[in-house]
């Protein structure tokens, strides 16, 4: 399965942003989705998290309220909405996913395939 991240940039505070990743190389439904994000100097945390039908989503505290994550299995791909954009959302962004997870994880280990990464800065 490949994963390709687009439409990071920059923005600046308060604004919104749509990420989207795009899958191929595998069925696409059978695929537990997630987002993920790392600044500079900082570890990978989990963002958001989509189960296969979409029906199931999970989020970080810190995404709670700001950000929806989605997914459209007839284009094989999965967005994340971000509104309210803050500095601290600043991070290079990564989609990922798993074949084999009974729901969704917010460990990054859990995800088997991962996408080139998206920078999304937020500017004050």
């Known amino acids: 399965v490949q994963l390709q991240a687009y439409a990071g940039g920059l923005v600046q505070v308060g604004g919104s942003l749509r990420l989207s990743c795009a899958a191929s190389g595998g069925p696409f439904r059978n695929l537990v989705m997630g987002w993920f994000r790392q600044a500079p100097g900082k570890e990978r945390e989990f963002v958001a998290g989509?189960?296969?039908?979409?029906?199931?989503?999970s989020y970080a505290d810190s995404a709670k309220g700001r950000f929806t994550i989605y997914r459209d299995n007839a284009k094989n791909t999965v967005s994340l909405q971000m509104h309210s954009l803050e500095p601290e959302d600043t991070a290079v962004y990564f989609c990922?996913?798993?074949?084999?997870?009974?729901?969704?994880?917010?460990?990054?280990?859990?995800?088997?395939?991962w996408g080139q990464g998206t920078q999304v800065t937020v500017s004050s």
């Open positions: 990922a996913a798993d074949r084999f997870l009974r729901n969704t994880q917010s460990t990054s280990s859990e995800y088997e395939f």
């Open positions: 989509i189960s296969r039908g979409g029906g199931t989503t």
